[in-house]
């Protein structure tokens, strides 16, 4: 049996290099990897999109990402609002996921120890009211929840093979357990971290 410790993985490169940059963190190895580990690896992968996004504004315009500033925060918010860049990765996202985005980028000053004083500005944050307020009208369509009606036809349909039998069964399982379908259906790409896979999603 693998030890709890094999759940863990070692920082990638990417996140070594920045350290070598930043003089005030002179981190062991130990403390780079419990500090890497402090998030799941699911996790820093989806903040990194949100970095990638940030750290492409800033680029365009000639400005330094890290430490971010508010005013920066705040132009690279509201164009992801409008959609009114035409920078790469900027395309136009709900309020819900900029707030999220602006947490990913907090997250980016905790590791490398920076301030996070630009994200408790009140200013900033009234901003963010404005973007929600605005765009609170905007149109999404929401998933219904699986009924027993829906259920019943997905199940019933004669002679099954064991893939169909397996899939009637997490259905089932789901419609009991009040899963939503990311909680057992996977893609490839969530094979990629096995170990965070195993433990956390229905197999």
Known sequence: MSSLA???SQPPSSFHSWKQTV???NLSSAA???LWNGLSEETRAVYESAKRSYEFYCSYFTIPPWPAQEHVLAEWASARADSSSQIRFQ???KPKTILSMISA???VHVDRRLSTKPFESEWLKRILAGISRCHSSDNTKKAEPIS???LEKVVN???KTIEELNFNSACKVAFAGFLRSGEFCYSASD???NHTFINTKLT
Do not use: I, P, W
Request: net charge positive; no cysteine.
């Open 191 to 193: 094979l990629k971290d």
């Open 91 to 93: 395309g136009k996202v």
């Open 157 to 159: 349909t004669g002679d």
């Open 23 to 25: 003089s005030h963190l």
């Open 32 to 34: 780079t990897k419990y």
């Open 6 to 8: 094999a759940l863990f």
């Open 105 to 107: 980028l907090r997250s």
């Open 148 to 150: 027993l009606t829906t």
